[in-house]
């Protein structure tokens, strides 16, 4: 069964720092393009970053958390991680990591990602 499952949410102050893990049970993370999403309140699920199963290189989509964010890859763990930095009000959401069991160098549209995991809640907040 093909499964992903995010963990690493909490409540953290503004400037603080969190790692979501995003792993994965059914494949390889390093065989396909995995992306983590975000989903605030009242908005719109937006894209924030994927990692290339090519090269491992990363894209971040989100201007915003250009420089903040950072994405990972642990083979042997068959986990990808969220480092996120200098966390702001506005990074409050729940992530999401997902895939589309393609391999590739670039972010495919939301509208092709097939696997999802549950969510975890990030609330940055003092």
């Known amino acids: 069964q093909v499964q992903l499952v995010e963990s690493g949410g909490d409540l953290v102050q503004p400037g603080g720092s969190l790692r979501l893990s995003c792993t994965a049970s059914?494949?390889?993370?390093?065989?396909?393009?995995i992306g983590w999403f975000r989903k605030a309140p009242g908005k719109e699920r937006e894209g924030v970053s994927c990692?290339?199963?090519?090269?491992?290189?990363?894209?971040y989509v989100v201007d915003s958390v250009k420089g903040r964010f950072t994405v990972s890859t642990d083979k042997s763990k068959n986990t990808v991680f969220l480092q996120m930095r200098n966390l702001k009000p506005e990074d409050t959401a729940v992530y999401y990591c997902?895939?589309?069991?393609?391999?590739?160098?670039?972010?495919?549209?939301?509208?092709?990602?097939?696997?999802w995991g549950q969510g975890t809640q990030v609330t940055v907040s003092s």
């Open positions: 997902a895939t589309d069991l393609v391999p590739g160098s670039t972010c495919p549209p939301l509208r092709e990602y097939n696997v």
């Open positions: 059914g494949f390889r993370v390093d065989y396909y393009v």
């Open positions: 990692i290339s199963s090519v090269d491992s290189s990363s894209t």
